[in-house]
């Protein structure tokens, strides 16, 4: 096991909610990373955050937005929830955003369903 | 353009056989890594192996052992010995060091299906 921790595991909503998804990061690490990963499908970059900013994006629009709080747990926040939102959301930790050869250790993730 | 390539959606291997999965990869950066994670059913990606795009070396871990082949731009995962347990999703992974606005972030293929035949 990583260490990496994730709540709730699973989750269903509605078209149109907000959902908020948590992830506790391994001892000792700063930076937490957050993927999409839809069925069939490799993860996609959602954000990072280091040491409570957010360090870099990928393409998700803004209702996608994050948290990181000083002990270096995090949120994934999203906002009027759109059917293609259903996936497995990954968070990662790692000790820093510096170096390419730095390694993630990802959590079990969080299955959301949009209906 | 994709950036990771992951040519077999699925593979079978016989227990006990070796099994390559492979992974071409493309960036025009001269530094990167390279990733393979397995992902059981239960979601949660498993770090398995890395390589360096300086490392001189092919890298192993156990099992795991990667064919990096830097002209090729290719990353091969080899399992040696499957055991009925290696059967998962596998996904190959890069980073560059320039990272642009997506700082820090993996990009990843679309992974091989893995079935380890008893």
């Known amino acids: 096991e990583t260490g990496v921790t994730q709540s709730p595991t699973h989750l269903i909503k509605t078209r149109g909610q907000q959902v908020t998804l948590r992830c506790s990061s391994q001892s000792g690490h700063n930076t937490v990373s957050w993927y999409q990963q839809a069925l069939g499908q490799g993860p996609q970059f959602i954000f990072q955050y280091y040491r409570e900013e957010e360090n870099g994006r990928g393409n998700f629009p803004p209702r996608f937005s994050g948290l990181q709080f000083p002990n270096y747990s995090s949120e994934l926040n999203v906002n009027a929830l759109e059917l293609d939102d259903s996936a497995l959301y990954l968070c990662?930790?790692?000790?820093?955003?510096?170096?390419?050869?730095?390694?993630?250790?990802f959590g079990p993730g969080t299955r959301l369903l949009v209906l | 353009a994709q950036k990771i390539t992951q040519t077999q959606p699925g593979m079978f291997v016989q227990e006990k056989e070796a099994v390559t999965l492979d992974c071409t990869y493309d960036t025009s950066d001269p530094s990167y890594g390279l990733f393979w994670y397995k992902q059981p059913s239960s979601g949660e990606m498993i770090f398995l192996i890395y390589q360096g795009s300086y490392d001189q070396q092919n890298a192993t871990e156990g099992r795991y052992s990667l064919n990096f082949q830097k002209a090729r731009k290719s990353a091969n995962l080899v399992i040696s010995a499957s055991q009925l347990g290696d059967s998962a999703m596998y996904f190959c992974a890069m980073r560059e060091a320039s990272y642009g606005g997506s700082q820090g972030n993996l990009i990843f293929g679309k992974g091989t299906k893995l079935s380890v035949k008893p």
């Open positions: 990662a930790s790692s000790t820093t955003t510096r170096d390419f050869k730095e390694t993630q250790y």
